[in-house]
């Protein structure tokens, strides 16, 4: 459903015309650059997991993946274990609990795009990659007639591009099955890349290839006579690879074999290059946490086929992740490690945002992904917000999705994409950015002024302006603030409009100091506990417009300062005629014997009377 307030472009009169995307002809024409796949790529090892549809490539993924060393670093406002504020208004039925892995599910297929991370087992970390399942038809759909065009083409090339640049491939196959035909064309396959030099600038050495077989959880499969696996094993084992290291993936079975070739093979690569045996892979992934510039985490954001993909691959230059016309290409959460004029990036495609009432009760795997963008969008410091201008309407649910990146304390870039629809000569690209701007404006006041990019990312057109918005973004993100200069805002702001009073007393805003950035967030100490919202939405927008943070949440605390220390003292007890109880005492007595106020510095004629004659 839209948001029908009015349309964005009220000037717009070209008629809709045919988007030719031809498939992935125009993606393919992209260079490939050699760009390394490491961070560190002359020490790293380079493993690829390889093998048939639902053979358990991701679940050997998810396991030989490092949680500490892919953990993006905690920002001040993340809480472990919350939820996003609007996350009820994105939605997801929330079907498993998966820290970042990647998408497990029975479905053969699951996996598209191949995912990158850092591995570690035992005491070596290396750099993993998981793979799309490899078959006979999608292998005849890449070198056959039209394959550029199809999803098992697209799919095919980038588990081959994987294969190339690895310097380990881990064959996986299911040990029940055995030996299928699918099997059988990827290992005819493997034969012809396993002797070839790899595409990573590493001479001319041979890659390794090592079969294992999965779904052997025990050692009972060992033992049966009548079981079908050790026929499988040996079958497996005519094919030149050696013999297969029985595995299990989900329960961590024959884990040991395959740490033990890992590390052999990490050995051998450094005294090859001529790097020290002995050297802890952790200091190094650790000194790279410890530049005075980490990474700028960026998520691409946004609905389903808004060109989310096609603008990341436009940013790379290459064909890194799959893109076309057909919705929801996009399954996992894709991080890339990037460069971008000698500043690291980490810029993650992820799968696009329905609403719920709008996905299949049975589709868990879109679930899966919707919590995969969501998790992303958490870890992010700036989100990227990709629009279809083609559609003249910001819809609700990127409303929604806006509104969760604010909320979460991120900040906001919107990518006006397919620009190149609705351009012309009476309506430029400055006249949408303004209108976006004055619809979001209207449900959500606290991101007026949000940056704007109006690009086209399959022509590549202004793709190049969104990278220096980011970077800002960022920056206005992260800065503090100095006290004095808050507190002369602060001045200003009271004299030109005082908050409120409360119960019959004056509100006093005595300073503000920031507590911290990422987001920006302020203290104001008062002589109350809170402040009116609208006098709170006053000072936010005084704010914005003062230190430019637009795009972004400004979080303003209240804080009720410390009182006078003599306010809650008890008050001595007196006794006699003296203190405040007797005085009361005197003056209600006079009032009603004379009927007039007794003065101040005069005594009664009856204190006289009872305490003077004797004098």
């Given at each position: 459903?839209?948001?029908?307030?009015?349309?964005?472009?009220?000037?717009?009169?070209?008629?809709?015309?045919?988007?030719?995307?031809a498939g992935f002809s125009r993606l393919t024409a992209f260079p490939i650059n050699q760009r390394n796949i490491g961070t560190n790529i002359n020490s790293e090892l380079i493993v690829s997991i390889l093998g048939p549809p639902n053979a358990g490539k991701s679940t050997l993924f998810n396991r030989l993946m490092c949680k500490e060393l892919n953990r993006a670093y905690r920002l001040g406002s993340e809480k472990k274990g919350g939820k996003t504020r609007s996350q009820g208004r994105i939605g997801y039925r929330n079907p498993s609990k998966r820290a970042g892995g990647a998408i497990v599910t029975p479905v053969a297929g699951t996996t598209r795009d191949r995912r990158e991370c850092i591995g570690k087992i035992g005491n070596v970390a290396f750099r993993l990659v998981d793979t799309a399942g490899v078959d006979g038809e999608k292998l005849d759909a890449a070198f056959g007639k039209g394959g550029k065009d199809s999803l098992d083409g697209a799919m095919i090339r980038q588990t081959m591009e994987a294969a190339r640049k690895s310097d380990l491939v881990l064959l996986l196959f299911d040990a029940?099955?055995?030996?299928?035909?699918?099997?059988?064309e990827?290992?005819?396959?493997?034969?012809?890349?396993?002797?070839?030099?790899?595409?990573?600038?590493?001479?001319?050495?041979?890659?390794?290839?090592?079969?294992l077989a999965n779904k052997l959880e025990g050692d009972r499969w060992a033992s049966m006579d009548n079981d079908v696996v050790m026929d499988n094993l040996t079958e497996i084992s005519r094919c030149g690879f050696g013999e297969a290291i029985p595995i299990s993936a989900e329960h961590g079975d024959g884990m040991a074999e395959v740490a033990s070739v890992i590390h052999k093979l990490t050995q051998e690569k450094r005294e090859r290059l001529g790097l020290p045996l002995q050297n802890d892979e952790d200091e190094e992934f650790d000194k790279n946490d410890d530049d005075t510039e980490k990474p700028l985490q960026l998520a691409v954001l946004g609905q389903i086929n808004v060109g989310k993909s096609t603008l990341v691959n436009a940013l790379l230059g290459e064909e890194r992740v799959i893109a076309g016309e057909t919705p929801g290409l996009t399954r996992d959460a894709i991080s890339v490690s990037w460069l971008y004029k000698k500043r690291p990036v980490q810029i993650v495609d992820t799968a696009g945002l329905r609403r719920g009432m709008k996905r299949e009760r049975t589709n868990e795997i879109e679930d899966?992904?919707?919590?995969?963008?969501?998790?992303?969008?958490?870890?992010?410091?700036?989100?990227?917000?990709?629009?279809?201008?083609?559609s003249r309407f910001i819809h609700r649910q990127e409303l929604a999705i806006a509104d969760a990146v604010v909320r979460e304390g991120r900040a906001l870039v919107i990518a006006a994409n397919k620009m190149d629809l609705i351009v012309d000569a009476d309506y430029t690209k400055e006249d949408f950015a303004r209108a976006v701007q004055e619809q979001i404006e209207l449900r959500y006041p606290m991101l007026r002024k949000t940056p704007v990019v109006p690009m086209s990312s399959l022509h590549k057109k202004n793709v190049n302006n969104l990278m220096p918005v980011v970077f800002e973004a960022r920056d206005r993100w992260a800065r503090t603030i100095p006290t004095g200069m808050l507190n002369r805002w602060l001045?200003?702001?009271?004299?030109e409009h005082a908050p409120p009073s409360q119960e019959g007393r004056p509100t006093k805003v005595k300073y503000i100091i920031q507590t911290k950035g990422r987001p920006p967030t302020f203290l104001l100490f008062c002589n109350v506990t809170s402040l009116p919202a609208n006098y709170i939405r006053y000072l936010t927008r005084h704010f914005q417009d003062s230190f430019s943070m637009f795009g972004m949440e400004v979080r303003l605390v209240v804080k009720k300062s410390a009182e006078n220390p003599y306010a809650d003292k008890?008050?001595?007890?007196?006794?006699g005629i003296g203190g405040w109880q007797g005085r009361q005492k005197r003056l209600v007595k006079e009032l009603k014997s004379t009927g007039t106020v007794l003065q101040k510095g005069k005594k009664s004629r009856t204190f006289k009377r009872r305490y003077c004659h004797k004098s």
């Amino acid at each position: 459903m839209s948001f029908t307030t009015r349309p964005l472009f009220s000037l717009w009169t070209r008629p809709n015309t045919f988007r030719s995307w031809a498939g992935f002809s125009r993606l393919t024409a992209f260079p490939i650059n050699q760009r390394n796949i490491g961070t560190n790529i002359n020490s790293e090892l380079i493993v690829s997991i390889l093998g048939p549809p639902n053979a358990g490539k991701s679940t050997l993924f998810n396991r030989l993946m490092c949680k500490e060393l892919n953990r993006a670093y905690r920002l001040g406002s993340e809480k472990k274990g919350g939820k996003t504020r609007s996350q009820g208004r994105i939605g997801y039925r929330n079907p498993s609990k998966r820290a970042g892995g990647a998408i497990v599910t029975p479905v053969a297929g699951t996996t598209r795009d191949r995912r990158e991370c850092i591995g570690k087992i035992g005491n070596v970390a290396f750099r993993l990659v998981d793979t799309a399942g490899v078959d006979g038809e999608k292998l005849d759909a890449a070198f056959g007639k039209g394959g550029k065009d199809s999803l098992d083409g697209a799919m095919i090339r980038q588990t081959m591009e994987a294969a190339r640049k690895s310097d380990l491939v881990l064959l996986l196959f299911d040990a029940r099955v055995g030996v299928t035909s699918d099997l059988s064309e990827t290992i005819r396959w493997l034969r012809k890349i396993s002797n070839s030099p790899k595409a990573i600038g590493d001479g001319d050495t041979k890659r390794e290839i090592v079969v294992l077989a999965n779904k052997l959880e025990g050692d009972r499969w060992a033992s049966m006579d009548n079981d079908v696996v050790m026929d499988n094993l040996t079958e497996i084992s005519r094919c030149g690879f050696g013999e297969a290291i029985p595995i299990s993936a989900e329960h961590g079975d024959g884990m040991a074999e395959v740490a033990s070739v890992i590390h052999k093979l990490t050995q051998e690569k450094r005294e090859r290059l001529g790097l020290p045996l002995q050297n802890d892979e952790d200091e190094e992934f650790d000194k790279n946490d410890d530049d005075t510039e980490k990474p700028l985490q960026l998520a691409v954001l946004g609905q389903i086929n808004v060109g989310k993909s096609t603008l990341v691959n436009a940013l790379l230059g290459e064909e890194r992740v799959i893109a076309g016309e057909t919705p929801g290409l996009t399954r996992d959460a894709i991080s890339v490690s990037w460069l971008y004029k000698k500043r690291p990036v980490q810029i993650v495609d992820t799968a696009g945002l329905r609403r719920g009432m709008k996905r299949e009760r049975t589709n868990e795997i879109e679930d899966l992904a919707v919590l995969d963008s969501i998790r992303a969008m958490k870890l992010a410091d700036v989100a990227v917000l990709v629009l279809d201008a083609q559609s003249r309407f910001i819809h609700r649910q990127e409303l929604a999705i806006a509104d969760a990146v604010v909320r979460e304390g991120r900040a906001l870039v919107i990518a006006a994409n397919k620009m190149d629809l609705i351009v012309d000569a009476d309506y430029t690209k400055e006249d949408f950015a303004r209108a976006v701007q004055e619809q979001i404006e209207l449900r959500y006041p606290m991101l007026r002024k949000t940056p704007v990019v109006p690009m086209s990312s399959l022509h590549k057109k202004n793709v190049n302006n969104l990278m220096p918005v980011v970077f800002e973004a960022r920056d206005r993100w992260a800065r503090t603030i100095p006290t004095g200069m808050l507190n002369r805002w602060l001045e200003e702001v009271l004299d030109e409009h005082a908050p409120p009073s409360q119960e019959g007393r004056p509100t006093k805003v005595k300073y503000i100091i920031q507590t911290k950035g990422r987001p920006p967030t302020f203290l104001l100490f008062c002589n109350v506990t809170s402040l009116p919202a609208n006098y709170i939405r006053y000072l936010t927008r005084h704010f914005q417009d003062s230190f430019s943070m637009f795009g972004m949440e400004v979080r303003l605390v209240v804080k009720k300062s410390a009182e006078n220390p003599y306010a809650d003292k008890k008050k001595p007890k007196v006794t006699g005629i003296g203190g405040w109880q007797g005085r009361q005492k005197r003056l209600v007595k006079e009032l009603k014997s004379t009927g007039t106020v007794l003065q101040k510095g005069k005594k009664s004629r009856t204190f006289k009377r009872r305490y003077c004659h004797k004098s």
